[in-house]
């Protein structure tokens, strides 16, 4: 089945530094990918939709310079967390979409998720 | 705008015993609805989905079935399993089949003990 792969799992990061997350379709073309959030206890927020070859389209109230996401390819796309402070430690997910054919919703399939923890 | 609600957890329940899990939404238009599973160290995995009104989506046991009426999809199994032990969302799709935004409730943690 479509597997999507993220990575890294797990960041550490000193504050005012940036991190990189990698979100990968390892057997599949992805031309949208998602990107969410995730804080303790709470649900996942949409951040924003990478577009392949084109700009990301963000949800109201992300910060686009903060959260810089590239969709280079069809099977990757970036989320940079750019100057990173102890506000956005959270749990970053990414999805993308999976066309299943015929009617009816197509799926998403999610990556494993990174946690960032900003020191 | 649409927004999910689901019962707050944990849930522990013994093995073979009956689950529900409640969720109800809000939502402008007519949308499909899902159950995403996700256990422990891994990533999210759609469950079940129901994309109109008495669909019921099943998978793994677990059924759920789309209620217009009262704007609910309640997940069900008759005997869950230790296996079963993960965090449970409801979700929300208000698109149509070519958008996938999804909107998910906060989740639900289950444990099943043996």
């Known amino acids: 089945g479509a597997v999507v792969s993220q990575h890294p799992s797990w960041v550490i990061c000193k504050s005012g530094t940036s991190v990189k997350i990698e979100c990968r379709s390892l057997d599949f073309q992805a031309t949208t990918m998602f990107w969410y959030r995730q804080f303790p206890k709470q649900s996942l927020m949409l951040m924003a939709t990478?577009?392949?070859?084109?700009?990301?389209?963000?949800e109201q109230g992300v910060e686009k310079d903060k959260f810089l996401i590239n969709h280079a390819s069809l099977t990757l796309s970036t989320l940079t967390v750019t100057s990173a402070h102890p506000e956005d430690s959270s749990f970053y997910i990414c999805?993308?979409?999976?066309?299943?054919?015929?009617?009816?919703?197509?799926?998403?399939?999610f990556g494993a998720g990174s946690r960032l923890t900003v020191l | 705008g649409d927004s999910v609600t689901q019962m707050e957890g944990p849930v522990t329940l013994s093995e073979e015993a009956c689950l529900t899990i409640n969720c109800t939404y809000t939502a402008t238009g007519y949308p499909s609805l899902f159950w995403y599973v996700q256990y422990p160290g891994e990533g999210l995995q759609l469950l079940l989905k129901?994309?109109?009104?008495?669909d019921k989506g099943s998978n793994k046991g677990f059924e759920a079935t789309y209620r217009k009426e009262t704007t609910s999809f309640h997940l069900e199994k008759g005997s869950v399993q230790v296996s079963d032990s993960a965090v449970y969302f409801c979700a929300l799709s208000d698109r149509n089949n070519a958008g996938n935004m999804l909107t998910f409730g906060g989740g639900t943690r289950l444990m099943v003990k043996p």
């Open positions: 999805s993308a979409r999976v066309r299943t054919g015929g009617s009816g919703a197509n799926v998403l399939t």
């Open positions: 990478s577009n392949e070859g084109s700009k990301a389209t963000y």
């Open positions: 129901a994309t109109k009104a008495d």
